[in-house]
């Protein structure tokens, strides 16, 4: 290690981390440490000056459920949140089976893969499809904010300063047809989409198709051509479906085209499983 922390705080409650906060604003948040060791890439790495351990607040590790929620702490580690097993909606496992391996989803937090400083990792795609909510406290109280809206801003903070995510609230609403999808890539700039669809009586209830690059993308528009519609969908209502979409990903001006053809590639294959 090429330099000693000068200081690492364990806080047992808020108030202390906040006060801690205050007096050492130049503090940084430590959670599962995967994120830290992954930025510098290298055997030897060198640690914050201040570490404010957030390990032993305990709220931070609970779960709970309730009949329309499953509510989980920010501490909470990936691999527990996988052992919940149906509890946990199917998209999100999926989602959290992909990120890397065992022994790192033992270590990571779901908390720091949603505050991962500058990046959108891979959760963000399916708690957005999942309209999960987010509990951010400060040294004057709490907010909720939904996470499309937490991940939909183009700044690299997504946390307002000396501010942190305490809870994370996931409807538990029944989507009868999940897909998921991580494409090869970086693992930091990964890229991920998920399709939704909620069916009511061969009708289509509701739709999700939330893609996740560096930044959000969904295309409400082309959701809205599906929905009370009835199943199994008419080709020509799917090819129009899909063509709409094609649309909305050539005003990506960013996006290279191998990524722009995967991506239609999916949601065609899943559109045409919903038609005749």
């Known amino acids: 290690m090429t330099g000693q922390p000068n200081s690492i705080f364990f806080p047992s409650s808020y108030p202390e981390l906040f006060s801690l906060w205050n007096r050492h ?3 940084i948040l430590f959670a599962g440490g995967t994120g830290l060791l992954r930025e510098q890439g290298r055997q030897v790495f060198e640690l914050p000056s201040v570490i404010f ?10 779960i709970s459920r309730t009949e329309r929620f499953l509510e989980i702490g920010a501490m909470v580690k990936i691999n527990q949140i996988i052992e919940l097993g149906k509890t946990v909606p199917l998209v999100l496992r999926r989602c ?6 065992p022994q790192l989803r033992n270590m990571a937090t779901i908390g720091g893969n949603i505050c991962f ?5 891979d959760s963000s795609a399916a708690l957005c499809a999942l309209d999960a909510r987010f509990e951010l406290r400060n040294d004057q109280g709490t907010r909720w904010v939904s996470a499309p809206r937490f991940f939909a801003s183009s700044e690299t903070k997504l946390l307002h300063q000396q501010e942190l995510l ?3 609230r996931i409807p538990l609403d029944t989507w009868d047809y999940t897909s998921y999808r991580k494409f090869e890539g970086d693992a930091i700039r990964s890229r991920v989409v998920v399709f939704l669809a909620k069916i009511q009586k061969n009708v289509l209830g509701d739709i999700k198709i939330v893609y996740k690059t560096d930044l959000i993308w969904r295309d409400r528009d082309s959701e809205s051509l599906l929905i009370g519609k009835h199943l199994p969908l008419g080709r020509r209502i799917a090819s129009d479906f899909i063509e709409h979409w094609q649309d909305y990903l050539s005003g990506i001006h960013n996006m290279e085209e191998l990524s722009r053809q995967e991506l239609v590639n ?7 499983n919903l038609s005749e």
């Open 53 to 62: 351990s957030l390990d032993t607040l305990e709220e931070l590790h609970r």
């Open 266 to 272: 999916f949601i065609e294959t899943n559109v045409y």
């Open 25 to 27: 604003p130049e503090g």
């Open 96 to 101: 959290l089976e992909s990120i890397a391996g």
């Open 166 to 168: 305490t809870r994370i």
């Open 117 to 121: 400083p500058g990046r959108r990792l």
